[in-house]
Every structure is written in C-alpha cells, then in structure tokens.
C-alpha cells in the first residue's frame, strides 16, 4: 500500500499564501508522477499541478500558472504546492495523488489515472 498524508491548508485572506504538503510511504516515492487537484461545492475536481518523476517537468493549470508552485524532495518522499497570491475562487479542497508505474508513459491530467491519494485538506480564501 502506498499511504499519502496531507498536511498545511487553512483560512488566509485574499492574498496571501498558503504551503500545503503530501508525505509518501514506500521506497518508490522518486518514480511516481505526483498531482495536486482541488474540488469546490457543487464542481468536478480539477487539476491544478503536476510533476514528473524528473522534477524539472512540471504542469499547472493555467488559472494558477505564476502563482502556484509544485516541487517534491524524493530524500523525504515529500511533495509540496506553494500557494501565493491566493484568490477566493482558489477556495477547495485540496488532494494529493500519486500515479505509479508512468515512468514510461506520459504525464496525465486526469485524476482517474492517479491510484493513490490523500485525505484532502480543506483551503478557504477570504475576501
């Protein structure tokens, strides 16, 4: 089994910044591409970013392109998403997933590709 637990998240004002991260069991953390995807009441979930298992691919949806930033330290089996310049229509829950076994096959936006994740963790920006 592989076991995601989130932490961070929270309430901020419009504006500011928030660090949410997603801690991995298992030794084979380096090898998963890792997504971060939020949901909103009465809305699909949706991606928001990515990063292969080369952390210098990443993806970002294009309503937090320049304001997000997803990396990951394989040393601490660990993947981050920094938040700034936080806006009320950023409020969510956020989940972690991991994609296992797509070293050989491209980056997926889709959540049904990603087998593992997190509990989620709920992110509220204020006006």
């Known amino acids: 089994q592989v076991q995601l637990v989130q932490s961070g998240g929270g309430l901020v004002q419009a504006g500011g910044s928030l660090r949410l991260s997603c801690a991995a069991s298992?030794?084979?953390?380096?090898?998963?591409?890792m997504g971060w995807f939020r949901q909103a009441p009465g809305k699909e979930r949706e991606f928001v970013a990515g990063?292969?298992?080369?952390?210098?691919?990443?993806y970002y949806t294009d309503s937090v392109k320049g304001r997000f930033a997803i990396s990951r330290d394989n040393a601490k089996a660990t993947a981050y998403l920094q938040m700034n310049s936080l806006k009320p229509d950023d409020t969510a829950v956020y989940y972690c997933?991991?994609?296992?076994?797509?070293?050989?096959?491209?980056?997926?936006?889709?959540?049904?590709?990603?087998?593992?994740w997190g509990q989620g963790t709920q992110v509220t920006v204020s006006s």
């Open positions: 990063i292969r298992w080369s952390a210098g691919f990443t």
């Open positions: 298992g030794r084979t953390f380096s090898l998963y591409a």
């Open positions: 997933a991991a994609r296992g076994g797509s070293y050989y096959l491209p980056f997926s936006f889709d959540a049904q590709d990603y087998g593992y």
